[in-house]
């Protein structure tokens, strides 16, 4: 049976809209409540009847959206104890669910990996979580031994986020093209393979 939604809910639901909208548009200091009160259609008393503040509110935004974010980027825990075989498909399928959750949330992405003031302790923190993936899978054998993961890292998390912003949030490419590119970029590079005799593959 579906969850019946209620009327608090909706409205609750409609200030989180509005806000998040108002924050990507505006910014944090400049978003006020008057405004995202005005865009959810209800009045400022209401506001205050789910959330003590502004930043109360944000808070709660950003901490929704991380928890997602860190279980997301955990992902390549998921490839170490994979055979061979199955890591290339586990890669394409971790990117997929993290090209989509960015896709579904266009203006807490612009927020979060653009416009907030800790972006570079987000940035650090990403980086550290698949650096820390990179040498388990190094380990397993999935991962070049001669890679530096710290490099590598930070390439990746900098890669995932011009490919969202270039492509993803205009709409041009989707969440399963996007994680074919990705895939394919860091399974195998940018040069073409050449056999013994120097030629190319064709």
């Known amino acids: 049976m579906a969850h019946k939604v209620s009327k608090g809910e909706q409205s609750r639901g409609r ?30 008393a209401s506001f205050y009847q789910y959330f003590e503040s502004k930043e109360g509110l944000y808070q709660q935004l950003m901490d929704e959206f991380f928890a997602k974010l860190w279980e997301l980027t955990d992902g390549g825990s998921k490839v170490t104890a994979l055979d061979e075989a199955d890591v290339y498909g586990q890669v394409r399928e971790n990117l997929v669910a ?17 416009q907030a003031e800790a972006g570079e302790e987000l940035h650090c923190r990403l980086a550290a979580m698949v650096c820390a ?42 969440a399963e093209q996007l994680a074919d590119e990705a895939v394919s970029f860091l399974a195998h590079g940018i040069l ?5 005799e120097g030629a190319k593959h064709e």
């Open 15 to 44: 200030l989180l809209a509005a806000a998040v909208s108002e924050f990507a548009a505006k910014g944090f200091h400049r978003a006020r409540v008057s405004d995202i009160v005005k865009a959810a259609g209800l009045t400022q």
């Open 98 to 114: 993290l090209f989509r959750f960015f896709k579904e949330r266009p203006e807490l992405t612009q927020i979060v990996l653009y």
């Open 192 to 196: 073409a393979k050449k056999d013994k």
């Open 133 to 174: 993936n990179l040498r388990k899978n190094q380990a397993a054998g999935h991962v070049r031994a001669d890679l530096l993961p710290e490099v590598a890292a930070e390439a990746m998390v900098a890669v995932c986020y011009r490919l969202t912003s270039r492509f993803l949030l205009t709409g041009e490419k989707t």
